[in-house]
């Protein structure tokens, strides 16, 4: 079975410029999940989806990041423009969430991102 | 708020020895799950191992085990005979089950070394 795909691994960009993540989570997965994880800090949730509806932004800076799912498979995260604050690495995750009998979140290889 | 704490932002053990990384959290709801995740320098959060806070019986996964005290909301990770692979940062994380919330909150890590 495969894994959560992330794409790009590595990114650096100048600041003011637009980036964009994708994820493909593992097939089957309802729920989708966007983190941000700061050098030697845990990840802190940025979005969560739950099939093609974003459930939970609360954490989301809305006037830079933007995030869709379409089709409730795929997703995209978007910085548009960047700042120097946003280098970090940016995780997706994704998750079979039916009430009882949850799985736990299974994670991609993130992408880290430099903003210079 | 959910908050999760891991008051030990790093550990060392000899290889062959036994280590115990700690956990706490914060929550008023009566159901949820725990994990320990492990995040090797290729940034892939690996689950460990998990508790369903319904079950009194701690979990186990052959070299690792936890200590989970609910009412002291206390999870902690025993490691036995400790190898070299397991070096890596170590993320507690938390995950309501009731009120369709099902966020997934991480603790700060603990980075854990294994001395030759």
């Known amino acids: 079975e495969a894994g959560v795909v992330q794409s790009p691994r590595y990114k650096i960009i100048e600041k003011k410029q637009p980036v964009a993540f994708w994820c493909n989570p593992i097939s089957g997965h309802n729920t989708l999940y966007w983190y941000r994880q700061n050098l030697g800090q845990g990840p802190e949730l940025l979005i969560r989806y739950e099939n093609e509806e974003a459930v939970d932004d609360s954490q989301l800076p809305k006037d830079r990041f933007s995030a869709e799912r379409l089709k409730g498979v795929d997703s995209t995260l978007k910085i548009q423009p960047a700042e120097l604050g946003d280098s970090a690495v940016y995780l997706c995750a994704s998750s079979l969430d039916r009430g009882v009998g949850q799985t736990e979140a299974f994670f991609g290889q993130g992408t880290r991102l430099t903003v210079v | 708020a959910q908050t999760v704490t891991q008051s030990q932002p790093e550990m060392s053990v000899q290889e062959a020895e036994t280590v115990t990384l700690s956990c706490t959290y914060d929550?008023?709801?009566?159901?949820?799950?725990l994990f320990w995740y492990k995040q090797p320098p290729s940034r892939q959060m690996i689950l460990v191992i998990r508790?369903?806070?319904?079950?009194?019986q701690n979990a186990t996964e052959n070299r690792f085990s936890v200590n989970f005290q609910k009412a002291a909301k206390s999870f902690s990770l025993k490691i036995s005979d400790s190898q070299l692979g397991d070096a890596a940062m170590y993320f507690c994380?938390?995950?309501?089950?009731?009120?369709?919330?099902?966020?997934?909150?991480f603790g700060k890590g603990t980075k854990l070394t294994v001395n030759p």
């Open positions: 929550t008023s709801e009566s159901d949820y799950y």
């Open positions: 994380a938390y995950k309501p089950l009731q009120g369709g919330s099902e966020k997934l909150v």
């Open positions: 508790q369903e806070a319904y079950k009194q």
